[in-house]
């Protein structure tokens, strides 16, 4: 075979590999679809919690919109602790979706339809 066919063959595949390394980057990971629409538990490396939708992944970072998060209070009268959901957004600063750092990511789970959080987080959007 000349050079310049093996040249040629050897620029097609690169280009072929290319195009298909392209088209599999622009879809993003395959669990998205998975999770689609779907309330996640996202637990952090320092044992945090928080319960969203996915709504965008790319270098690195996942972006959870709807975010909700659990908070222990305790009743000074009687000293009694209750954990409940709270919404993301009522702080100072208002914030609208998260940006997580996936290194700070230890695991993502889909939230179960008849789940107390599934329950908890339709209580919540049902309140003015």
Do not use: C
């Not at 990971?29 to 969203?52: I, S, T």
């Amino acid at each position: 075979m000349s050079p310049k066919i093996t040249g040629l063959i050897g620029f097609i595949i690169g280009l072929v590999l290319g195009a298909l390394a392209l088209s599999l980057h622009d879809r993003g990971p395959a669990w998205n679809a998975d999770l689609k629409d779907a309330h996640v538990a996202v637990l952090l490396n320092n044992g945090q919690a928080y319960f969203g939708k996915i709504q965008a992944e790319s270098k690195g970072f996942v972006k959870l919109g709807e975010v909700f998060y659990v908070q222990a209070r305790v009743n000074p009268q009687t000293k009694e602790s209750s954990n409940i959901l709270v919404k993301r957004g009522k702080e100072v600063h208002g914030p609208s979706f998260m940006l997580l750092n996936t290194a700070a990511i230890q695991s993502i789970e889909p939230v179960g339809a008849d789940s107390q959080i599934a329950k908890l987080i339709a209580d919540a959007k049902n309140k003015p």
